[in-house]
């Protein structure tokens, strides 16, 4: 690649990196620069996604081509778990959306992207900045944006030294796309401030989604930076038993006025489940399965279980009780099984086909009794039921696997599979 190459960062988000032999090793996420006082910050190497949705450190100086929408390395990655140091700067994370002054006297712009080029010793600096101006003004009563420019890096200054607390728009561009699990995975490879910035500017469903994904530490923190009755709502679109996991972890009065600020019918739901024991039937399970009455047709059972948001593995049971079909229910009757739905009728009711023979958790049972049972008759969701035979809930087999995996099974990762050489040594 020869001297004076221009790769703008933002547009290098998500491309494919492959090794020599055309294999593709991973995705870029961002590149991390040393921004300096004096002198051009210097790109010292590639956030790269691999296979796991691990983030790892790939240095510059293993990049032999950034071309046509894709990255060629040497075929050396280094597994270890990317750890942005205290001098390095994430540009996507952290340097868009900046605030910087320019030098010739005309005022403030906003970075909107980074441009990066070899140079003939082998480093690459940022070169260039494509930067907007700031507010032009009103015309008719509607905000103009400012004209937009490409500029050196010696045309500005406070790079270094700007806040970080600036606007999220471009990096929500670059999010937009990833899945929840993705998206939390990107959150916690950011700062604090950034973390609770970008958080705090997703729509209520899309963070109640995140949240679910994250690990616990950052759900309190995430949860805890937030205006309460913001997180109140957050909270209210969660999952209850997501919702009271996420409650267990905050002191009891920052518990209870959330829970006063959610709709009452909502906090009703998560008040029981904080309830139980969080390694109990009780504590696990959802209370907001598919519940429908014996008088429902299939084909109206099958809608309801091919609704997006729905879990899998609740997504492949019906529970048939007797009104009020809210839990706690009425009598409860039996479960359809979803491949049971597919080969009747659809015009028949799903009392017709229910099977009553089905195992059942009391609210106190134990995790290793849940587990048995899930186990030995294949099952991906059990009914919890009270003293009297309603329904409460029930308990599918990705809660017993958030209980049954370590606490930092998101963010643990097998590091045996590389060294740590390549990195230290590019960015000692």
Known sequence: ??????????????TPIFDPIGDQVGRVRDVVVLVRAKGAPRAVGLVAEVPGRRRVFLPMT????????????????????????????????????????????????TVEDVSIAPQRNGDWLVDQLFVRRRDAGRTLGLRRRGATLVVGIDSVSTLATGARGQGA?????????????????ALQELGGTRQLEIASALDNERLADVLEELPEDDQVAILSGLDTSRAADVLEVMEPDDAADLLHELSDAQAARLLELMEPDEAEDVRRLLAYDEDT???MMTTEPVILGPETSIAAALAQIRKQDLAPALASVVFVARPPLETPTGRFLGVAHFQRLLREPPHASVGSVISTDTEWLTPDAP?????????????????????EKRLLGAVSVDDVLDHLLPDDWRESHDESLGTDEGQEAARG
């Open 1 to 14: 690649m020869s001297a004076g190459t221009h790769v703008y960062v933002a547009r290098l988000a998500g």
């Open 62 to 109: 293993r990049v032999t081509s950034i071309d046509k929408g894709q990255v060629i390395t040497t075929g050396l990655v280094n597994l270890r778990r990317f750890e942005q140091r205290a001098m390095e700067s994430l540009v996507l994370g952290e340097l868009l959306d900046r605030t910087v002054t320019m030098r010739d006297g005309s005022g403030e712009v």
């Open 169 to 185: 728009a471009a990096l929500l561009e670059t999010f937009e796309n990833m899945r929840p699990a993705d998206l939390a995975d």
């Open 281 to 283: 039937a009780g504590g």
């Open 367 to 387: 995790l290793g009794r849940v587990t048995r049972l899930l186990a030995a008759y294949d099952l991906l969701a059990l009914p919890v039921l009270d003293d």
